[in-house]
């Protein structure tokens, strides 16, 4: 009953009260030696906190919740509670610790046979090993980018294939591989655009803008800006590119090609 009464609670958006309900839970659980409930509880009690920033905390709870799964041999909920600590992991910029997690996942993953999670996966450890920096951790990270695509294309999910390279473009941003880092980012925003998904829109459009703009695509940058703006027009930091964005006597209009050799992707279906 306090499990369906927590669960309740977090869709009320109550969440010092769902965690209450969920730490009663977990308090009778454990008087009652009932450890798979144990940690259910824990498991919930770290998502909570998750969505109220206590990242810390967070991760000693799933941390916990995690270790009973795996003592139960509870092979999809561990997988669950993996995924949400490599996320609290990767909220503290605890790299190499999310990447030890989610190669955990992923093994789950891959003994589960669910490929959507191992595409999902792939993603993150490619976030993951871009932001440890140095060259072989840089190439891994495209390595992995890429057998994400690869699988999402398998599975026709857009929305995924936006997110990878979306996060494919950044990390060839940073590493100054401007061209490169815009054909992946055009791919991500004109997915972003048919699905009318502002958010993703106004996050690629800005590294998008950025790597135009730095490559002297003025013309290019300003063009792309209008469209997203055409699908989100009242998301606040949208706007507020449109000061980077002034005309300059030196434009470049050549446009960016938008096909690499080798690449996975078709680019009518996605360019």
């Known amino acids: 009953m306090l499990h369906k009464k927590g669960n309740f609670l977090l869709e009320q958006k109550q969440l010092d009260k769902a965690r209450e309900a969920f ?46 799964y795996a ?26 610790e999310a990447e030890k997690i989610l190669r955990q996942c992923y093994d789950l993953s891959r003994k589960e046979e669910d490929q959507r999670g191992q595409a999902i ?59 490169e880092a815009v054909i992946q980012l055009i791919k991500g925003f004109e997915i972003d655009k048919i699905l009318k998904n502002e958010r993703g829109l106004t996050i690629v459009t800005s590294d998008l803008t950025h790597a135009l703009l730095k490559l002297g695509k003025v013309d290019e940058a300003r063009m792309y800006y209008k469209k997203a703006l055409a699908v989100a027009p009242n998301q606040p930091k949208l706007l507020n590119l449109a000061q980077h964005l002034t005309p300059s006597p030196r434009q470049n209009t050549k446009p960016i090609l938008k096909r690499c050799p080798g690449s996975q992707a078709q680019p009518g279906n996605h360019r």
């Open 121 to 179: 996966i792939l993603n993150s450890l490619g976030r993951v090993l871009h932001k440890q920096g140095g060259e072989e951790k840089y190439k891994l990270a495209l390595m992995f980018f890429q057998e994400s695509i690869k699988l999402g294309e398998q599975l026709g999910d857009q929305e995924h294939l936006a997110k990878v390279y979306t996060a494919m473009g950044q990390a060839l941003l940073a590493h100054k591989n401007l061209e």
């Open 71 to 96: 003592d139960l041999d509870e092979i999809k909920p561990l997988s669950t509670a993996l995924n949400t600590l490599s996320r609290v992991l990767m909220k503290q910029q605890k790299w190499n």
């Open 23 to 68: 730490k009663s839970s977990y308090d009778i659980s454990e008087k009652l030696g009932n450890q798979k409930s144990s940690a259910i509880s824990l498991n919930n009690i770290g998502m909570i906190l998750e969505l109220q920033y206590q990242w810390k905390e967070a991760e000693e709870m799933l941390k916990r919740s995690q270790e009973i």
